[in-house]
């Protein structure tokens, strides 16, 4: 019962290189999201899904592109990496429930830009 | 545009002392307000509240939540070290695409 998966667990770019961030879940959840977590900032959202097909962007999405081609993968792509982009990155994935969501997150990703 | 304010944004207390932390909202079309824990790693789920007036309890914590006055908030008693941690709040609006909105998060740090 693997969850959400993300990978790499860290990595350092150069300015202006590219990189993805993967993320997959296992639980057929519509709902996939990314998130960035800078100190005392708490979570801001990037880009989110509400299923394979549709994206949408959230609070924060300058320099990020995301796609959703599957249900169970959200990948995240930094176009050409800034230092600004130096963060803490966790996927999220939930299913609508009659109430509400319960969110589950990956382990994060720590990305370090130089 | 969502809202979500915690305070204190940190606190420091000793093993045994009961702490509040408290949390705001200004969203449009809520649907749930939610607390987490996060250590080092992803947050960790606490609660779900969407009624008004009814506390969750698990184990030495409890929330409420106050749907009229736009907030809630997360009780902790004979606090732990292990009760060290951020704690965030987010609320999730509805309509036709359903997201969060995070506070900044309190820093809690519980001294022995």
């Known amino acids: 019962n693997a969850g959400v998966t993300q990978t790499p667990k860290f990595q350092v770019l150069k300015t202006g290189q590219s990189m993805t961030l993967q993320c997959a879940q296992d639980?057929?959840?519509?709902?996939m999201s990314w998130y960035r977590q800078d100190p005392g900032m708490g979570l801001r959202l990037i880009h989110y899904?509400?299923?394979?097909?549709?994206?949408d962007q959230g609070e924060v999405p300058n320099g990020y592109n995301v796609s959703r081609s599957t249900t169970e993968d959200f990948p995240l792509r930094l176009l050409s990496a800034a230092p600004s982009q130096t963060s803490v990155y966790f996927c999220?994935?939930?299913?609508?429930?009659?109430?509400?969501?319960?969110?589950?997150f990956g382990e994060g990703s720590w990305l370090t830009v130089v | 545009e969502d809202k979500v304010v915690q305070s204190p944004l940190s606190l420091v207390v000793h093993e045994g002392d009961t702490v509040t932390l408290n949390c705001s909202y200004e969203?449009?079309?809520?649907?749930?307000l939610l607390w987490y824990k996060q250590e080092k790693k992803a947050p960790t789920f606490l609660f779900m509240l969407?009624?008004?007036?009814i506390e969750k309890k698990s184990g030495r914590l409890s929330s409420i939540l106050d749907k009229k006055e736009l907030f809630s908030i997360l009780n902790i008693t004979a606090t732990q070290t292990g009760d060290s941690a951020i704690y965030l709040c987010?609320?999730?609006?509805?309509?036709?695409?359903?997201?969060?909105?995070f506070g900044k998060g309190t820093l809690l740090t519980v001294n022995p």
């Open positions: 999220a994935s939930s299913r609508r429930g009659l109430s509400g969501n319960t969110i589950y």
């Open positions: 639980m057929n959840h519509e709902y």
């Open positions: 899904s509400v299923g394979a097909g549709i994206t």
């Open positions: 969203v449009t079309n809520f649907r749930s």
């Open positions: 969407t009624s008004s007036g």
């Open positions: 987010a609320v999730e609006a509805g309509g036709s695409n359903y997201k969060l909105t």
